[in-house]
């Protein structure tokens, strides 16, 4: 009824459906972003405390 496209089709969004299918991530995940953001900011306020203390 479908045809060999369908089936494939159907059979990928019930899997999308129970959590099996995942797509390959693009980019760095939110948590690596989020620590890359928090040490950059520690390191900058680090600076500004450096510059207030001298």
Known sequence: MFGRHGIDYLTKERDIIAGRYRRPQRGP????????????????FGLIAARLVA
Do not use: D, H
């Open 29 to 44: 995940k939110f948590s690596q972003v989020l620590m890359a953001t928090g040490l950059v900011l520690v390191a900058l």
